[in-house]
T-cell receptor
Framework: GENVEQHPSTLSVQEGDSAVIKCTYS??????FPWYKQELGKRPQLIID???NVGEKKDQRIAVTLNKTAKHFSLHITETQPEDSAVYFC???WGTGTASKLTFGTGTRLQVTL | DAGVIQSPRHEVTEMGQEVTLRCKPI?????LFWYRQTMMRGLELLIY????????DSGMPEDRFSAKMPNASFSTLKIQPSEPRDSAVYFC??????????????FGPGTRLTVL
């Protein structure tokens, strides 16, 4: 089955700096890669996703890049703000229909300091 | 839509007791997922349903865990008997139908289970 590794496990940046979180996956058939943000005591919520036919996607201060050859994808947050402090999870899946399950990484705790 | 609804939000029980967690998916969604989240093991998929049929239960830890989805708007996750190591936050998530619907999973608020 799919295996997703995520690094780093914790990340501390100063407000205004950039943050990068990296994930690798094992199944070359994976074609959908979402990123979820989970604030303390809250539910995970999708912040951005990318499909395998796209190399990069951007939404305001958040961007995701995908390298299918190397089987890794990354989340980039620019101009970080205190409200970006949360745990971020990457995930991967290859299927639709009855193969729809997501495999999640272990999470990155991002702290944005003033 | 109210989003995915879970109940109870918090549950404290004693070892050996039966625990039932409930989930109502978003109307029109035909996928339902049950996850468990702990500090040690992260976010684990326990089981998921499509059109009320269990598709993959390989993540269910053992026979003490069971899940049902009697109709499109309701699912339960039952633990019997419960053990302290079952203490975790249990999330339910739902997703729209194939083809064409976004593949985003929408999570409920979670049930924080504590087994004493």
């Amino acid at each position: 089955g799919e295996n997703v590794e995520q690094h780093p496990s914790t990340l501390s940046v100063q407000e205004g700096d950039s943050a990068v979180i990296k994930c690798t996956y094992s199944d070359s058939a994976s074609n959908y890669f979402p990123w979820y943000k989970q604030e303390l005591g809250k539910r995970p919520q999708l912040i951005i996703d990318i499909r395998s036919n796209v190399g990069e996607k951007k939404d305001q201060r958040i961007a995701v890049t995908l390298n299918k050859t190397a089987k890794h994808f990354s989340l980039h947050i620019t101009e970080t703000q205190p409200e970006d402090s949360a745990v971020y999870f990457c995930a991967a899946t290859w299927g639709t229909g009855t193969a729809s399950k997501l495999t999640f990484g272990t999470g990155t705790r991002l702290q944005v300091t003033l | 839509d109210a989003g995915v609804i879970q109940s109870p939000r918090h549950e404290v029980t004693e070892m050996g007791q039966e625990v039932t967690l409930r989930c109502k998916p978003i109307s029109g969604h035909d996928y339902l997922f049950w996850y468990r989240q702990t500090m040690m093991r992260g976010l684990e998929l326990l089981i998921y349903f499509n059109n009320n049929v269990p598709i993959d239960d390989s993540g269910m830890p053992e026979d003490r865990f069971s899940a049902k989805m009697p109709n499109a708007s309701f699912s339960t996750l039952k633990i019997q008997p419960s053990e302290p190591r079952d203490s975790a936050v249990y999330f339910c998530a739902s997703r729209g139908p194939d083809p064409g619907a976004p593949r985003e999973q929408f999570f409920g608020p979670g049930t924080r289970l504590t087994v004493l």
